[in-house]
C-alpha cells in the first residue's frame, strides 16, 4: 500500500513558477514509477508527465515539454514537478499517482495509487 500527499499548488501569474511535491508513504517507493496528472473544471483527467522508478527517464505531455520539469529524490520517498512559464490554461488540479514497475505509463487507468490532489490556478 501506498499513500500519497501532493503540496505546493497555489496562485500564480501567468509566467510563473510553483514546484509540486508528492511524499509517498512505504518502504518500497524505489519500486514505482511515479506520475503526475491534472484535470480541469469539465475536462477528463491528462496525463502531464511521468518518471523511471529510478529516476533514469522521464516522458512528458507536448503542452508542457520545455516549461515542466518531473523528478524524484527516492531517500526522501519524493517525486516533485517544477512547472515554469505557466499558462492560464494550466490552470487544474494536479495528482501524483504511482504504479509498480519501472517505466511510468501515460494511461491514468494503469496507476495503482493516486494522491488527493493540489490545486493550480494561473490568472492571466
Known amino acids: 500500500q501506498v499513500q500519497l500527499v501532493e503540496s505546493g499548488g497555489g496562485l500564480v501569474q501567468a509566467g510563473g513558477s510553483l514546484r509540486l511535491s508528492c511524499a509517498a508513504s512505504g518502504r518500497t517507493f524505489t519500486s514505482y514509477a511515479m506520475g503526475w496528472f491534472r484535470q480541469a473544471p469539465g475536462k477528463e483527467r491528462e496525463f502531464v508527465a511521468a518518471?523511471?522508478?529510478?529516476?533514469?527517464?522521464?516522458r512528458y505531455a507536448d503542452s508542457v515539454k520545455g516549461r515542466f520539469t518531473i523528478s524524484r529524490v527516492n531517500a526522501k520517498n519524493t517525486v516533485y514537478l517544477q512547472m515554469s512559464s505557466l499558462r492560464p490554461e494550466d490552470t487544474a488540479v494536479y495528482y501524483c499517482?504511482?504504479?509498480?514497475?519501472?517505466?511510468?505509463?501515460?494511461?491514468?487507468?494503469?496507476?495503482?495509487?493516486w494522491g488527493q490532489g493540489t490545486q493550480v490556478t494561473v490568472s492571466a
Open positions: 518518471i523511471t522508478s529510478n529516476g533514469g527517464s522521464t
Open positions: 499517482a504511482a504504479v509498480r514497475g519501472y517505466y511510468g505509463p501515460s494511461t491514468s487507468s494503469q496507476y495503482n495509487y
